[in-house]
């Protein structure tokens, strides 16, 4: 049985930065296509970076290049989305997912991911 569970939302002013963490259980994070996404007040639900092949293929929105960066903590298998320089459009709940996606580009769709957790509010406001 798969289960994700996100942590590390709250509220933060434009231009600070947070940490979200994602654990999972009946399955091995670093070993599998890993994405963050989130979802706005109105909006559709939008991938933010995901990766796959052990961290050799990445996709990262326009938006948050050179703000939002993934490692993984191999020792306990956590992965993590280090979240700079934010900003109001930012705000949304994020969500971590799981899959074997083995693709070189074009991953980063939330209909192709099977295992999702359920999610943490980010809110970045002054």
């Known amino acids: 049985q798969v289960q994700l569970v996100e942590s590390g939302g709250g509220l933060v002013q434009p231009g600070g930065s947070l940490r979200l963490s994602c654990a999972g259980s009946?399955?091995?994070?670093?070993?599998?296509?890993i994405g963050w996404f989130r979802q706005a007040p109105g909006k559709e639900r939008e991938g933010v970076l995901c990766i796959n092949n052990g961290g050799r293929n990445t996709v990262t929105a326009d938006s948050v290049k050179g703000r939002f960066t993934i490692s993984i903590d191999n020792a306990n298998d956590t992965v993590y989305l280090q979240m700079n320089s934010l900003k109001p459009e930012d705000t949304g709940t994020y969500y971590c997912a799981t899959d074997f996606i083995t693709v070189l580009s074009g991953f980063c769709i939330p209909r192709l991911w099977d295992y999702w957790g359920q999610g943490t509010q980010v809110t970045v406001s002054s």
């Open positions: 009946g399955v091995t994070l670093r070993r599998n296509a």
